[in-house]
Structure formats: structure tokens, C-alpha cells
């Protein structure tokens, strides 16, 4: 079971990683003088989620979700 327990670290710090470099590449979410005049609606914020930003956010929101089950997998010292 210990060769269990290194293989999933070993993941675990994989998506460590690749959660930073997500978060760190998208846009901030800071509203700038642009919702005044309702930019927001523009072709780009209609079809975000077809958008690389959009992308970034669905992988990140997957890694979380993996992050969170292997940090509880790893915590229940079954292995």
C-alpha cells in the first residue's frame, strides 16, 4: 500500500501545480469603467464560455475538485 500512497502524491502534486499555473494565467475579475457603460454584453461576454478564458475556468474548477478529493483520500491514512 505504500507504493499506493507515493503514486498519489506524486499526483497530487502534479495538480498542485497545474492549479497554480491555471489560476495565475486568467484575467482578473476586476470590474473597470467598462460595466459602467455595459460592455459586458459585448459578442466576447456573450460566448465566454467558448472563449480560452472560459476554458481556463472549467480546467481549474476540475482541478479543485481533484485537489479536494486527493487531499481527503491522503489525509485518511488508510495506506
Known amino acids: 500500500m505504500g507504493i499506493l ?7 497530487f ?4 501545480l ?4 491555471l489560476v495565475l494565467m ?4 476586476s470590474a473597470g469603467l467598462g460595466s459602467i457603460s455595459g ?7 456573450k460566448n465566454k464560455g467558448r472563449s480560452m478564458e ?3 475556468v472549467r480546467y481549474t474548477k476540475i482541478l479543485v ?3 479536494m ?3 481527503i483520500i491522503l489525509n485518511l491514512n488508510v495506506f
Open 13 to 16: 502534486i502534479l495538480v498542485c
Open 18 to 21: 497545474a492549479l497554480v499555473v
Open 39 to 45: 460592455a459586458a454584453e459585448t459578442y466576447w461576454g
Open 69 to 71: 478529493l486527493l487531499a
Open 54 to 56: 472560459g476554458r481556463l
Open 5 to 11: 500512497r507515493i503514486v498519489l502524491t506524486v499526483i
Open 26 to 29: 486568467q484575467e482578473g475579475k
Open 65 to 67: 475538485v481533484l485537489f
